[in-house]
C-alpha cells in the first residue's frame, strides 16, 4: 500500500507561538490531501482538503486563518496552527488518496501549554 | 448524505474467540466502505475494503467483512481474537460529491482482548 507520513510526531509549544505539521506522500504523488483532528476517544473529524496549487477548502466552524494549509507540491502538505492556545491541543492526522483508498499518516500530537 | 454507525462502543472478547464489529450505513449512491483500525497514538491503517467487487472481502491480519445491501451492512469479522488485535476500529464510507471525494467515519469501536 502507499505510505503517507508525518513530522513530528508530537510537538509541544508555547501558547501564542505557531507550530507546522508536514505530511509528506512518499511513494505516490497526491494532488489532493486531508487534514482530520482527533480529540481523545473520539473519532476523526475532517478540518480541511488541501488542494495542490490552489487553496484549501476548509470544514464549516474551522478558521482558515487560523489553521493554514499549503499544498505546494505534488507529494507535501504542511498545516500551520498560527498563535496557538491549549484547545488547540490535539491530535492531527492527514490523508491521501491512491487507487480508490485513503491512507493516512501517524499523526501529529500537538500540546499547547 | 451519508451516514455511518457502529452499534457498539466497545467489544470485550477472550483471546482465541470470534470477533464481530457491526457496522451499518446509508449513502445515496453505491458507496465505497473501508474498515481501518487504530492502535493508541497511532494513525489508522487499512484493514480491507469493499468497492463493488467481491461482497466477502478479505483484508489482513485475519479479518473479513461481508457487504449486505439489503440491510446496509459491513460487519467486521475475524474467527479467533489475538491479543493485538486490541485496538480502535473505524468503519468508514467513502461518497463522492460534487466530484470530491467525501469521508464520514463511524465513532469508532474499541476492541479489548482479555487473555
Known amino acids: 500500500g502507499a505510505v503517507v507520513s508525518q513530522h513530528p510526531s508530537r510537538v509541544i509549544c508555547k501558547s501564542g507561538t505557531s507550530v507546522k505539521i508536514e505530511c509528506r506522500s512518499l511513494d505516490f504523488q497526491a494532488t489532493t490531501m486531508f487534514w482530520y483532528r482527533q480529540f481523545p476517544k473520539q473519532s476523526l473529524m475532517l478540518m480541511a482538503t488541501?488542494?495542490?496549487?490552489?487553496?484549501?477548502?476548509?470544514e464549516q466552524g474551522v478558521e482558515k486563518d487560523k489553521f493554514l494549509i499549503n499544498h505546494a507540491s505534488l507529494t507535501l502538505s504542511t498545516l500551520t496552527v498560527t498563535s496557538a492556545h491549549p484547545e488547540d491541543s490535539s491530535f492531527y492526522i492527514c490523508s491521501s488518496g491512491l487507487s480508490e483508498t485513503q491512507y493516512f499518516g501517524p499523526g501529529t500530537r500537538l500540546l499547547v501549554l | 448524505a451519508q451516514s455511518v454507525t457502529q452499534l457498539d462502543s466497545h467489544v470485550s472478547v477472550s483471546e482465541g474467540t470470534p470477533v464481530l464489529l457491526r457496522c451499518n450505513y446509508s449513502?445515496?449512491?453505491?458507496?465505497?466502505l473501508f474498515w481501518y483500525v487504530q492502535h493508541p497514538n497511532k494513525g489508522l491503517q487499512l484493514l480491507l475494503k469493499?468497492?463493488?467487487?467481491?461482497?466477502l472481502v478479505k483484508g489482513i491480519n485475519g479479518f473479513e467483512a461481508e457487504f449486505k445491501k439489503s440491510e446496509t451492512s459491513f460487519h467486521l469479522t475475524k474467527p479467533s481474537a489475538h491479543m493485538s488485535d486490541a485496538a480502535e476500529y473505524f468503519c468508514?464510507?467513502?461518497?463522492?460529491?460534487?466530484?470530491?471525494?467525501?469521508?464520514?467515519f463511524g465513532t469508532g469501536t474499541r476492541l479489548t482482548i482479555i487473555p
Open positions: 468508514v464510507v467513502s461518497d463522492w460529491d460534487f466530484g470530491n471525494e467525501k469521508l464520514t
Open positions: 449513502s445515496s449512491y453505491s458507496p465505497s
Open positions: 488541501s488542494n495542490e496549487g490552489s487553496k484549501a477548502t476548509y
Open positions: 469493499y468497492t463493488s467487487a467481491a461482497t
